[in-house]
């Protein structure tokens, strides 16, 4: 059974710094774009970033700041997020998609599997 499971989550003042996990198993790993994408309370999903072939893609508001990296021996993906803003604020989840794109959002194209999601609070 495929499985993404995210770990890493929690609150943090703005400014601050976390680092998620993403931990896949039951799939081929390097198949797919692993990335990560958010949904705050009455807001629409947006792609925050993604890795593909190596290929790093990010969100034009989060450009600078996260960094998204992958672990192809442990089938994990990370992200890591510093000078968190109040505006990152949400439940972020892993997903593995066919490929992904990037553009003021990062674009997932024909999601295959995700995850529950992790909180990120950011407080001012």
């Known amino acids: 059974e495929a499985q993404l499971v995210e770990s890493g989550g929690g609150s943090v003042q703005a400014g601050g710094s976390l680092r998620l996990s993403c931990a896949a198993s039951?799939?081929?790993?390097?198949?797919?774009?692993i990335g990560w994408f958010r949904q705050a309370p009455g807001k629409e999903r947006e792609g925050v970033s993604c890795?593909?072939?190596?290929?790093?893609y990010y969100a034009d508001s989060v450009k600078g700041r996260f960094t998204i990296s992958s672990d192809d021996a442990q089938n994990t993906v990370y992200l890591q997020m510093n000078t968190l803003k109040p505006e990152d604020t949400a439940v972020y989840s892993c997903?593995?998609?066919?490929?992904?794109?990037?553009?003021?959002?990062?674009?997932?194209?024909?999601?295959?599997?995700w995850g529950q999601g992790t909180q990120v609070t950011v407080s001012t």
């Open positions: 997903a593995a998609a066919m490929d992904c794109m990037e553009g003021e959002y990062v674009a997932f194209i024909e999601y295959a599997f």
């Open positions: 039951g799939f081929t790993f390097d198949d797919y774009a």
């Open positions: 890795i593909s072939s190596d290929t790093t």
